[in-house]
């Protein structure tokens, strides 16, 4: 009698064998299993993936938090999609959609989830159609998956998260502003992030050639301690070769400068043959203080050879839900229990929000919302309470105030009384006037200015 092949076993040949990539990820974040589809996918052996960390909150050079499973399918313990990236930076490990399945033990808990990445990439999800019940939160996170795969080796920052054409021309200026050494002004409102984009320009440039960069707040150091510093920063460079790696000198609101700091300042940046570049960020338009002769034209000239402006976040609302979620996954890495984002109706009424604050504030709202939330998703209730205001100032917008044109109304009123008179009267235009105080060939001519007839 033949002996009966183990499920087990044929099991286990099946996902050795498949084109897809398999893999299966424990509860704690460790990675249980993965087939040689999953390896060859990810560029690393089977025992390298074996065993290491899978955890929605882990962001570093051994982890794997790309193939981690949406955080809410441990809770929700329902089936989910997400697009998934290896921990790889060349064509061959791009993104995929995969297929997440929870795997309950006792107690009906999830212990496990099994992935199933599909074999083509994650602009072919349409061949594939994830459950119609997908959390936003879910879509959102394998859109930021799919974008951080753009940045490869750099990270990708909450401010520059987004599809919209504002952000796009952003990301673009930073890319070529990083490729050369010219002085490059950041202008954007208070807290919209302004050094965040200066430094992603410092690190955008050739690896070998990018230093430091040496923040210097106008607003807060000292005449003599900025000064002193700066000039610190010039004598250390003049015995540096040419072409040593750049030290960025970052001036941060600029504008606060007095005039007397401004003129050294011109007087040390203006160096033939630097080898190192001038970066500052402003809040206003460095061109309208020069006007106003608050700022030597020359020095901003100087500093505005290229410069990139920040819009601000109501110029981009469309780009609130990636924000959101990319400040989500940030705080997420200090969390035992990874969140999985916010809920649609939780991200409908941040849209509303002017948000006078910019970045700063959002940040701010989303890590004290993501502290408040007890579940896998950030509810309407965790929001604060002027968050709500907004919204129901929103649903009920000031009546528009009507213009009143004086002439008219003085027109309907006095047409109204000639009425009341000429009724009065029997329509005897002669007693009319009378009445009225006026000549009989004035009223006439009333009549006929105000629209009523003469012949009656």
């Known amino acids: 009698m033949a002996r009966r092949r183990s499920p087990t076993g044929q099991l286990s040949r099946l996902l050795a064998t498949t084109r897809n990539p398999v893999y299966v990820v424990a509860v704690s974040g460790e990675l249980l299993y993965a087939n040689e589809a999953c390896a060859d996918w990810c560029e690393l052996t089977v025992e390298q993936l074996v065993g ?6 882990t962001d570093t050079a051994l982890g794997l938090m790309g193939l981690a499973p ?3 399918i441990w809770s929700e313990r329902v089936p989910a999609w997400s697009t998934v990236v290896p921990p790889t930076a060349n064509s061959a490990g791009r993104p995929r959609v995969a297929f997440f399945i929870p795997l309950t033990g006792e107690g009906n808990a999830v212990d496990a989830v099994l992935a199933v990445a599909h074999t083509g990439n994650s602009d072919q999800r349409d061949s594939w159609p994830p459950p119609t019940t997908t959390p936003e939160a879910t879509v959102l996170r394998a859109a930021l998956q799919q974008l951080r795969h753009k940045f490869q080796a750099e990270p990708l920052r909450e401010v520059l998260a987004g599809e919209s054409a504002n952000i796009r021309r952003v990301r673009r200026q930073i890319q ?14 208070a807290g919209s992030g302004r050094q965040t984009v200066a430094r992603a320009i410092h690190f955008a440039g050739p690896k070998n050639e990018t230093g430091p960069i040496v923040p210097l707040a106008c607003g807060l150091l000292g005449h003599d301690m900025l000064l002193s510093t700066f000039r610190a920063l010039r004598e250390r460079d003049d015995d540096r070769a040419p072409h040593a790696s750049t ?6 609101d600029v504008d606060q400068l007095s005039l007397d700091l401004q003129r050294e300042i011109l007087d040390i940046a203006d160096s033939p043959h630097p080898v190192w570049r001038v970066m500052a960020t402003t809040s206003r338009e460095l061109p309208a203080l020069a006007a106003s002769r608050e700022f030597l034209p020359s020095l901003a000239d100087s500093l505005s050879t290229a410069v990139i402006t920040i819009p601000n976040l109501r110029e981009r609302q469309e780009d609130l839900p990636l924000i959101v ?6 705080a997420n890495h200090d969390r035992a229990t990874p969140l999985s984002g916010f809920t649609q109706e939780a991200m409908d009424q941040l849209v509303v929000y002017p948000w006078p604050g910019e970045m700063r504030e959002l940040a701010q709202l989303v890590r004290n919302s993501c502290d408040q939330a007890e579940g896998p998703f950030v509810e309407v209730s965790d929001l604060p309470e002027r968050i709500h205001h907004a919204r129901l100032a929103a649903e009920h917008p000031p009546r528009p105030v009507r213009n009143i044109d004086l002439e008219e109304v003085l027109r309907d009123v ?3 009384i000639i009425r009341r008179a000429l009724r009065i009267v029997g329509g005897n235009k002669a007693k009319a006037a009378k009445m009225l105080g006026m000549t009989r060939p004035r009223l006439y001519r009333r009549l006929e200015q105000i629209g009523l007839p003469t012949d009656e």
């Open 52 to 57: 290491a960390d899978c955890h929605a909150n």
């Open 70 to 72: 949406p955080p809410h």
């Open 176 to 189: 070529l502003a990083g490729q050369h050494r010219m002085p490059v002004l950041v202008h954007g409102p």
């Open 247 to 252: 030290i960025t000198v970052l001036l941060r």
């Open 325 to 330: 979620q990319a400040m989500v996954e940030q």
């Open 414 to 416: 006095e047409r109204e």
